[in-house]
């Protein structure tokens, strides 16, 4: 039993799902999720309650008008003459009184397509994801020339490899490239390559971009280095040259790629369910790729029941497919607008796809649906996306701070 704020008590049972909690708790990516929102507490979000005037709420102040139903008893007992003066000029002393707004519904909008996103570079020409990487496939790979810099070669896959570790994100010219601490990555440096981790390398540093126009690679300057979190990583080994492209970067096949987005992003979310208790609020979830997925909906007055589905459904979900954005966006608008609440509510867009919008048709939809849109962009930037919404920001750092930023948003 827990108390929301003066006067109000709410009271949640979970004794009949604990052995489904317990096994939740057991789940790798359930511990992580928590270990980002640990400590937050719904009386301590630093939440501004919108409120609007009313004649029938509470008293908050006084104020000065002719509205007989909010006279203050000094004002009653004015003689009639000097009363009446005061009603012609509007001077009587009044109550103002006010009601707190009343808010529609958390809607959280999650990309799933956010684990192991980066893309290889196939001998055929194709990108394919490395999460989908399988053994035998042939990808773009380097082999060190006597003079000390990369040349374009293939190689095939022989292994798959997944850990959890620490993860770095590495800006460059050419785009984003996650990896542990300990993946070795080609670097150039006075006319030749040398191999470093990825935790030692710095901004201003170069590494390798390959150019498929012109079937080699060129060096681009490291721009940012991030530490994003720890997270499950990737990696594969190659049969020979050991040394492939991922997001379009050269790499060295002895360390791992990245997954911490998807976890953030699920906490970030599970965070904003615990905002949705605090104001009183429905809260939906639905994932998305190319298409979206099933809603799942926790009332103002949740039941343990719900609640237990809700974490089940956040812990489950994996990354894959593509990105539509818009589709996603209407299919929100339109979950709101036939749920009649006829209350303001609020979409929190996760991604970090770049796919262009349908501006209008999105606009017109959350118009549509009285939806105020807030996208969080993932280490990127989306400059269609960021037109149609209410408030835009874009998280180079994935760690509790940036998680309370978004999830405190109003």
């Not at 004002?75 to 808010?103: A, G, H, N, Q, T």
């Not at 994801?129 to 060190?144: F, P, T, Y």
């Not at 990583?233 to 492939?244: A, S, T």
């Not at 874009?394 to 509790?400: I, N």
Request: some cysteine.
């Amino acid at each position: 039993m827990e108390g929301l704020e003066p006067g109000s008590i709410s009271q949640l049972s979970f004794e009949e799902y604990g052995p489904e909690l317990l096994r939740l708790a057991r789940i790798t990516d359930v511990r992580r999720i928590l270990e980002l929102i640990e400590g937050l507490k719904p009386w301590e979000l630093g939440l501004k309650k919108k409120s609007e005037r009313h004649k029938h709420g509470e008293i908050g102040g006084y104020e000065l008008g002719r509205d007989i139903e909010r006279l203050t008893p000094s004002s009653r007992i004015l003689p009639d003459e000097l009363f009446y003066l005061r009603f012609l000029s509007s001077r009587l002393l009044l109550y103002e009184k006010r009601v707190e707004e009343s808010l529609g519904p958390i809607y959280v909008l999650l990309d799933k397509c956010l684990d192991g996103e980066s893309l290889i570079e196939l001998s055929n020409g194709r990108l394919k994801k490395l999460r989908e990487i399988r053994v035998g496939d042939e990808v773009v790979s380097a082999k060190i020339s006597s003079k000390g810099v990369p040349v374009v070669s293939s190689a095939e896959v022989v292994k798959i490899v997944e850990d959890v570790k620490p993860v770095y994100g590495l800006k460059t010219e050419a785009g984003v490239l996650k990896a542990s601490g300990n993946h070795v990555i080609p670097v150039f440096q006075n006319s030749s390559t040398i191999l470093k981790q990825a935790s030692e390398i710095q901004p201003g540093e170069h590494l390798y971009a390959y150019d498929y126009r012109e079937s080699g690679f060129k060096p681009v300057r490291l721009l940012e280095k991030m530490m994003l979190g720890v997270g499950k990583v990737f990696d594969i080994r190659l049969g020979k040259d050991h040394i492939f492209t991922a997001n379009g970067v050269l790499v060295h096949n002895s360390g791992s790629m990245d997954g911490v987005k998807i976890t953030w992003a699920k906490a970030v979310a599970l965070g904003l369910y615990i905002r949705a208790v605090r104001e009183h609020r429905e809260f939906y979830v639905r994932f998305f790729d190319s298409q979206p997925y099933p809603l799942i909906k926790v009332g103002r007055r949740p039941k343990a029941r719900e609640v237990v589905e809700l974490m089940n459904y956040i812990a489950r979900v994996k990354g894959s497919g593509g990105t539509d954005i818009s589709r996603a966006l209407i299919t929100a608008s339109t979950d709101i607008r036939t749920g009649a609440s006829g209350e303001t509510s609020d979409i929190i867009l996760i991604t970090d796809g770049v796919d262009r919008i349908a501006e209008q048709h999105v606009s017109y939809n959350l118009k549509r649906a009285g939806a105020n849109l807030y996208s969080v962009m993932i280490l990127g930037e989306n400059p269609s996306l960021k037109k149609v919404s209410t408030k835009y920001f874009s998280v180079a750092r994935l760690g509790r701070s940036s998680a309370l930023k978004i999830i405190e948003v109003r």
